[in-house]
């Protein structure tokens, strides 16, 4: 059965740094799509940004673009958000989201994931 673990989130104030982690349990990486979402208090989920295991390419939300990036350790079966210049509206909980084959172009879509990670929380004070 896969499973997505996320870790890495906590608090920290504006300017600062995260790195969220994503290890999957129960499959290899192989030409799969990964992705990471958010969530904030009384807003619907979005993504952040998604990578294509099988070629590194990715994609970034316009809000994240040149500060966070995503990234991929196939030896690790981890998945990678490094999120530097954070700003207090980054602050939600964030999911990691799999699934098979190449990715969609664009953002990544909450529908097109099957499966999902349970969250980390981070938060930004301004």
């Known amino acids: 059965q896969v499973q997505l673990v996320e870790s890495g ?3 920290v104030q504006a300017g600062g740094s995260l790195r969220l982690s994503c290890a999957a349990f129960g499959y290899t990486y192989s030409s799969d799509c990964m992705a990471w979402f ?10 952040v940004a998604r990578i294509y295991i099988g070629g590194g390419s990715t994609v970034y939300a316009d809000s994240v673009k040149g500060r966070f990036t995503i990234s991929q350790d196939n030896a690790k079966n981890t ?5 530097n210049s954070l700003k207090p509206e980054d602050t939600a ?19 097109e994931y099957p499966y999902w990670g349970q969250g980390t929380q981070v938060t930004v004070s301004s």
């Open 93 to 111: 909980m964030y999911y990691c989201a799999a699934r098979w084959g190449r990715c969609s172009p664009g953002i990544p879509a909450q529908y």
């Open 79 to 83: 998945v990678y958000l490094q999120m």
């Open 9 to 11: 989130g906590g608090s």
């Open 38 to 47: 958010r969530q904030a208090p009384g807003k619907e989920r979005e993504g």
